[in-house]
Nanobody, 120 residues
Framework: QVQLVESGGGLVQPGGSLRLSCAASGSILSVNAMGWYRQAPGKQRELVAS???????NYADSVKGRFTISRDNAKNTVYVQMNSLKPEDTAVYYC??????????????WGQGTQVTVSS
């Protein structure tokens, strides 16, 4: 079994910062791309940022210059540092990992989600 466990969400004031972490665990052979999505109430889930195993990154236009995605391949963990947060960043944030499990073909796994609320 493979699990993705997120941490680091919470309530923050506009202009503040948060760092989300997501660790993949279980019977893992190798992890390809990892990333973060978010879903605000009444809206579709959208890509926030992604990162390849080699470190190439991709960001949504709405977070460029404010969010930084990174990963630790040895720990199968992905992070997103979120600065200059805005109320419109409020959403449930989900991490995702595209990986090979032991005896399992390439599959995209999702975390359970962590709430980020930006409000004064």
């Amino acid at each position: 079994q493979v699990q993705l466990v997120e941490s680091g969400g919470g309530l923050v004031q506009p202009g503040g910062s948060l760092r989300l972490s997501c660790a993949a665990s279980g019977s893992i052979l190798s992890v390809n791309a990892m990333g973060w999505y978010r879903q605000a109430p009444g809206k579709q889930r959208e890509l926030v940022a992604s990162i390849t195993r080699g470190g190439s990154t991709n960001y949504a236009d709405s977070v460029k210059g404010r969010f930084t995605i990174s990963r630790d391949n040895a720990k199968n963990t992905v992070y997103v540092q979120m600065n200059s947060l805005k109320p419109e960043d409020t959403a449930v944030y989900y991490c995702t990992a595209n990986l090979y499990g032991v005896g399992v073909p390439l599959y995209n796994y999702w975390g359970q989600g962590t709430q980020v609320t930006v409000s004064s």
